[in-house]
């Protein structure tokens, strides 16, 4: 990758990564109130106002932890013999495509499962402890207690979360 790639990402974490390695990122949320969340290495943009033209010209990576129809839209907004990575389907379990359209943008689609990669990835996230121990790295979440389980499962459930939820097992907020 070099230092003209353009990535469109929807996580802090890739956000920070991409520009680190030198790319021109956009950062994409799905809501107003997440604008201000989106780091400032990356240009933020709402997903109902992608286009071509809002990003500047295609993509050469789409990083996206959304899935349904915003993978579909923002697919096409990768450059022929660009890369798209699943990460996730928060936004919808089904993506509908046009087969013919999607031959001829000749995009890769690369679903990555997490899940499975565990001992893969290891070495790497213990590689980026010291950035985040230290901020050069950073990585949102909102902290509950085991008593406002049923408002993070909630926020989590509505989109309105930024970032990860860390359960506290030990802190019942009292």
Same mark, same amino acid.
Request: net charge neutral; aromatic share 4%.
């Given at each position: 990758m070099?230092?003209?790639?353009?990535?469109?990402v929807d996580r802090?974490?890739p956000v920070q990564?991409a520009a680190?390695?030198g790319?021109?990122v956009?950062?994409?949320? +799905?809501r107003? %109130?997440k *604008?201000?969340h989106?780091? #400032?290495?990356?240009k933020? =943009?709402?997903?109902p /106002?992608?286009?071509e033209e809002?990003?500047g010209g295609?993509a050469?990576?789409?990083i996206d932890?959304?899935?349904?129809?915003?993978?579909?839209d923002a697919?096409t907004l990768?450059r022929?013999? +660009?890369r798209? %990575?699943? *990460?996730?389907y928060?936004? #919808?379990?089904?993506?509908? =495509?046009?087969?013919a /359209?999607?031959f001829?943008?000749?995009?890769s689609?690369?679903?990555?499962?997490?899940?499975?990669?565990?001992?893969e990835?290891a070495?790497e996230?213990?590689?980026?402890l010291?950035?985040?121990?230290?901020?050069a790295?950073s *990585?949102?979440?909102e902290?509950?207690g085991m008593d406002? =389980?049923g408002e993070?499962v909630?926020?989590?459930?509505?989109?309105?979360a930024v970032?990860?939820i860390?359960?506290d097992?030990e802190?019942?907020?009292?």
């Open positions: 070099g230092p003209a790639s353009r990535w469109q802090a974490e990564l680190r390695a790319a021109e956009i950062g994409v949320v +799905g107003p %109130a *604008l201000e989106v780091p #400032g290495v990356a933020a =943009l709402l997903a /106002d992608l286009s809002a990003v295609k050469d990576v789409l932890t959304v899935g349904g129809g915003i993978l579909r697919l990768v022929p013999r +660009g798209a %990575a699943l *990460l996730g928060t936004g #919808g379990r089904e993506l509908t =495509l046009d087969l /359209d999607f001829l943008a000749d995009v689609l690369l679903p990555v499962n997490m899940i499975s990669r565990g001992e990835v070495p996230v213990l590689r980026l010291p950035d985040l121990a230290s901020g790295l *990585l949102p979440y902290r509950y406002a =389980l993070a909630e926020r989590l459930r509505t989109g309105a970032g990860k860390v359960l097992m802190n019942t907020g009292d």
